[in-house]
């Protein structure tokens, strides 16, 4: 981690709409994986896009993804978790382009290509990260091509539909992306884009805590208005955005809540939180934060985080500003 803190970070104009006139929106740390510095978010004045400048460049995002990063399923894995955003874009490849060719942005180690054939689909990935294809491949048998989309060699109008599920929000170029993305595509294809919902209720609330930041991992932070604009000058016409609900949101409020506590223990306590290469932050805590609190007080304190802390902030998934964006986009 130490040589992390030798990074130069890079400013830039919003990537969006390309102007430089922005206002600060806040300033925060990495929660999750505890990676040093602090980090500025700020939001563009034309298309309200929240993006983080001064950011990494490119060449040195990898040192913010170590291997443990891309933790291979136990033996005995469950069926993956899919939010609402996944059930609606899997239900809708199935009946819109069944048996047809699906490319996945960003596929990590493979589920979600591998429930794609499950389904009928022909699906393969696309992933920047080898260890994270390694384990695509040799535990979920899926075709997972390690490369970035602006350097993946795939034909032009080759896919019927792409998905791209909680990627956009770490691309350092989202219309050079988008614009790839679109030439992939056949007449009549689809893109499909899940990403956090900056304008949620929760994301107003909980500030820098929030853990759909994921900072310095997430560069940019939508809304459905900057969602819908990034779309639309990518050359997708017919673009349907909008928040959807789902009970993820009481999932990702009960972990800021636990972050925002785990980090206000460590500050009372004086301890500084330095993975070492290799070390994992689980490694690092061992310990340090409630360790002398029962495994029966803490599932108790989730649940009550889950269900009830969260009762009053459900109304976000009454009123279109849940925690998750889904747009459509059609060639």
Same mark, same amino acid.
């Given at each position: 981690?130490?040589?992390?803190?030798?990074?130069?970070?890079?400013?830039?104009?919003?990537?969006?709409?390309?102007?430089?006139?922005?206002?600060?929106?806040?300033?925060?740390?990495?929660?999750?994986?505890?990676?040093?510095?602090?980090?500025?978010? !700020?939001?563009?004045?034309?298309?309200?896009?929240?993006?983080?400048?001064?950011?990494?460049?490119? @060449?040195?995002?990898?040192?913010?993804?170590?291997?443990?990063?891309?933790?291979?399923?136990?033996?005995?894995?469950?069926?993956?978790?899919?939010?609402?955003?996944?059930?609606?874009?899997?239900?809708?490849?199935?009946?819109?382009?069944?048996?047809?060719?699906?490319?996945?942005?960003?596929?990590?180690?493979?589920?979600?290509?591998?429930?794609?054939?499950?389904?009928?689909?022909?699906?393969?990935?696309?992933?920047?990260?080898?260890?994270?294809?390694?384990?695509?491949?040799?535990?979920?048998?899926?075709?997972? !091509? +390690?490369?970035?989309?602006?350097?993946?060699?795939?034909?032009?109008?080759?896919?019927?539909?792409?998905?791209?599920?909680?990627?956009?929000?770490?691309?350092?170029?989202?219309?050079?992306?988008?614009?790839?993305?679109?030439?992939?595509?056949?007449?009549?294809?689809?893109?499909?884009?899940?990403?956090? +919902?900056?304008?949620?209720?929760?994301?107003?609330?909980?500030?820098?805590?929030?853990?759909?930041?994921?900072?310095?991992?997430? =560069?940019?932070?939508?809304?459905?208005?900057?969602?819908?604009?990034?779309?639309? @000058?990518?050359?997708?016409?017919?673009? +349907?955005?909008? @928040?959807?609900?789902?009970?993820?949101?009481?999932?990702?409020?009960?972990?800021?809540?636990?972050?925002?506590?785990?980090?206000? =223990?460590?500050?009372?306590?004086?301890?500084?939180?330095?993975?070492?290469?290799?070390?994992?932050?689980?490694?690092?805590?061992?310990?340090?934060?409630?360790?002398?609190?029962?495994?029966?007080?803490?599932?108790?304190?989730?649940?009550?985080?889950? +269900? !009830?802390?969260?009762?009053?902030?459900?109304?976000?998934?009454?009123?279109?500003?849940?925690?998750? =964006? =889904?747009?459509? @986009?059609?060639?």
């Amino acid at each position: 981690m130490a040589e992390q803190m030798q990074i130069q970070l890079e400013v830039i104009d919003c990537p969006i709409c390309g102007i430089g006139e922005s206002r600060e929106v806040l300033r925060a740390r990495d929660l999750k994986l505890f990676c040093p510095g602090e980090f500025r978010l !700020v939001a563009c004045h034309r298309c309200g896009l929240i993006y983080m400048n001064p950011r990494p460049a490119a @060449a040195d995002m990898g040192r913010y993804y170590p291997a443990h990063y891309w933790a291979p399923p136990p033996p005995s894995e469950a069926p993956p978790y899919l939010d609402a955003g996944m059930r609606r874009t899997l239900a809708a490849l199935v009946r819109d382009y069944p048996g047809g060719r699906v490319l996945d942005v960003g596929c990590g180690i493979g589920r979600i290509p591998a429930l794609m054939r499950e389904r009928g689909l022909q699906a393969m990935g696309l992933e920047p990260y080898e260890h994270a294809c390694q384990i695509a491949r040799e535990h979920y048998g899926v075709e997972a !091509v +390690n490369a970035f989309l602006r350097d993946a060699d795939l034909p032009e109008g080759s896919f019927d539909a792409v998905t791209m599920f909680d990627v956009l929000e770490h691309v350092h170029d989202p219309l050079g992306d988008l614009r790839q993305v679109h030439s992939l595509l056949r007449p009549g294809g689809a893109l499909f884009v899940k990403v956090p +919902n900056i304008a949620s209720l929760q994301a107003e609330l909980c500030g820098k805590w929030w853990y759909c930041l994921d900072i310095p991992r997430h =560069l940019l932070h939508f809304s459905p208005r900057s969602l819908r604009q990034a779309l639309k @000058a990518a050359g997708f016409a017919r673009v +349907n955005c909008a @928040a959807v609900p789902d009970s993820v949101g009481a999932l990702v409020f009960e972990t800021t809540v636990v972050y925002r506590l785990r980090d206000w =223990l460590l500050a009372r306590r004086g301890v500084e939180v330095a993975p070492a290469e290799g070390q994992t932050v689980g490694e690092v805590l061992e310990g340090e934060v409630y360790a002398g609190v029962p495994w029966q007080a803490k599932r108790v304190f989730r649940w009550l985080v889950r +269900n !009830v802390f969260y009762a009053p902030l459900a109304v976000e998934n009454l009123v279109g500003r849940s925690v998750e =964006l =889904l747009a459509v @986009a059609r060639r």
